[in-house]
């Protein structure tokens, strides 16, 4: 008696498995038949406009980056919305101007979130329509509500405004907390030595590099002199925690063996991947395995070690067989330093590397430098290899991604430039506002007018000429990429138009 009921209920629930697996695979099918690729964003952090074989560098060299960029298509007039991180990765995720959101702006690790929970992003949208999504990676973007407890679930983050899933590093590789956070918990932590983070003084009796030079193994040039971690002075201060805090050399593996364990684990639904490189970000510490690779010292070793992550990356996808399923975006957040603030033989090791390849300024910069990045998209079999002169930015990957899965979910800023991303046009944007350090200016068409501001002409302390003047700049890209003639006084009819377009745009109440 007791056993046919076992065995009747036994299959009863093997059909209810069957009948609930038949539902399951339908579902994905119907999800896979209106074209709903998986979608990677790999995005790097300081890479430069020439830092690739595929944009013109010779000194270095980048295989996977250029088979990527060769196999599909590779953007010159490509931009980051900033010339820093946060506001950049701002627009990425939400599909709206930074200068907007006046928090947007390099944050503290100790930040809160800047990106409001019931606010439509990135994840969220692809999420509505049937994706999975994580983020390995960079975050930067801000944790918590203020006052961060580090030692419990940390709350909002990446989880709450549309990722499934992430492993984090919280700001940047230079700030604390010097850990990973996966799904709102420090990996590794040991309760018994809870770890604490603040910006404004040091724990008592922690060593700093201000205090403790002879404990460093990298010297730093401007800032990073607070709490040593793994021999590395960086800024902000933290206490405890041991056990959980990265081994900066390590570094790229963790995250490659996270994306590749994110592939492997998501690979029957359609998911999205926001892969966040911290390579060449500073401090730049390569595996052992890349160190003297470049020629270049640690920061061209980190670019060669982010290139070989992305091959790798490239072929765990092929060994998977998503390759033709799979749309790859590769971008950097801002443009390239050679000194951001650590003696690590980047400025001596140069040689005739050019970061910013034939553009003017660099990080921090309102020069094209600044915000014009390498941008490919890749899409085996699907994407027709080429080169695209459009003006594309990467606010525009919200509405451009959102007409590939079909939402109709808008963003106030993002413009939708999929057959443009797709290679099926030559149409981009007619004109954008760029920002650097919280100022604003206007590329429209083959022209870039940066209002007058104040502030240095050249940064002292990264050796970059920052675009600020006290008149109007007014220049042509076409016939002077290098941004060395300003016709603001021989072209006024040009001027004044582009004025005009900026106070529009500037003013656009959405
Ligand atoms: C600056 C840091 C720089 C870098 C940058 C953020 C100093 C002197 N400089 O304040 O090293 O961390 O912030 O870079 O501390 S970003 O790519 O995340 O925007
Ligand atoms: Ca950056």
Redo the contacts with the bound molecule.
């Keep these: 008696m007791k056993i046919t009921y076992i065995l009747k209920y036994s299959v009863v629930l093997l059909l209810m498995s069957l009948m609930a697996c038949k539902e399951d695979t339908s579902a994905k099918a119907a999800v896979k038949e209106i074209n709903k690729p998986n979608i990677v964003i790999i995005y790097a952090?300081?890479l430069g406009y020439g830092e690739l074989g595929a944009y013109g560098a010779t000194a270095l060299k980048t295989p996977n980056l250029d088979q990527l960029a060769n196999g599909g298509l590779r953007f010159t007039n490509g931009y980051a919305s900033s010339a820093?991180?946060?506001p950049?990765r701002y627009a990425l995720l939400t599909g709206v101007y930074p200068w907007r959101n006046k928090e947007a702006k390099?944050l503290p690790g100790t930040a809160p979130l800047i990106i409001d929970t019931a606010q439509t992003t990135l994840p969220k949208m692809l999420k509505k329509q049937g994706y999975t999504t994580g983020i390995v990676g960079?975050w930067?973007l801000g944790l918590g509500t203020g006052n961060v407890n580090w030692n419990t679930k940390i709350s909002p983050g990446p989880n709450e405004i549309g990722f499934d899933f992430s492993t984090i590093l919280a700001?940047?590789q230079?700030?604390v907390p010097t850990v990973y956070i996966k799904n709102g918990h420090v990996v590794n932590l040991d309760p018994n030595d809870p770890i604490e983070v603040r910006y404004d003084k040091n724990f008592e009796g922690e060593p700093t590099g201000y205090d403790s030079p002879e404990l460093l193994k990298m010297k730093w040039d401007?800032?990073?002199a607070n709490s040593i971690v793994n021999g590395i002075s960086r800024?902000g201060f933290v206490k405890g925690g041991e056990a959980a805090k990265w081994v900066d050399e390590d570094m790229a593996d963790y995250f490659f063996a996270e994306a590749k364990h994110y592939v492997k684990t998501h690979k029957e639904a359609p998911f999205f991947l926001y892969y966040a490189l911290q390579q060449p970000?500073?401090p730049r510490t390569p595996h052992p395995r890349f160190v003297g690779k470049s020629g270049m010292g640690p920061r061209g070793d980190v670019i060669v070690e982010a290139d070989w992550m992305v091959g790798e990356f490239i072929k765990t996808l092929a060994a998977e067989g998503l390759l033709e399923n799979t749309l790859i975006i590769f971008s950097s957040?801002?443009g390239p330093?050679v000194n951001?603030?650590?003696k690590d033989d980047a400025v001596e090791k140069l040689g005739n590397h050019k970061p910013a390849g034939v553009l003017r300024g660099g990080?921090y910069s309102l020069f094209d430098a600044g915000t014009r990045v390498p941008f490919i998209c890749y899409w085996k079999e699907t994407i027709a290899p080429g080169t695209s002169d459009a003006l594309v930015s990467q606010l525009d990957l919200y509405a451009s991604l959102a007409a590939l899965v079909g939402s109709d979910q808008k963003t106030r800023d993002s413009e939708n430039l999929l057959d443009v991303l797709l290679g099926k046009s030559d149409k981009g944007r007619d004109e954008i506002v760029l920002e650097a350090s919280s100022k604003t200016l206007l590329r429209k068409g083959d022209w870039v007018m940066i209002p007058p501001y104040k502030g240095p002409a050249v940064s002292t302390?990264?050796a970059i000429e920052l675009g600020n003047d006290t008149a109007y700049q007014l220049y042509n890209l076409k016939d002077d990429v290098q941004q060395k003639h300003n016709l603001a006084t021989s072209n006024t009819a040009k001027l004044e138009e582009m004025k005009q377009a900026f106070k529009r745009l500037r003013e656009d109440k959405g």
């Design positions: 952090d300081d820093t991180c946060t950049s390099i960079k930067h700001a940047t230079d700030r401007h800032g990073h800024i970000h500073v957040d801002n330093v951001d603030g650590y990080k302390q990264v």
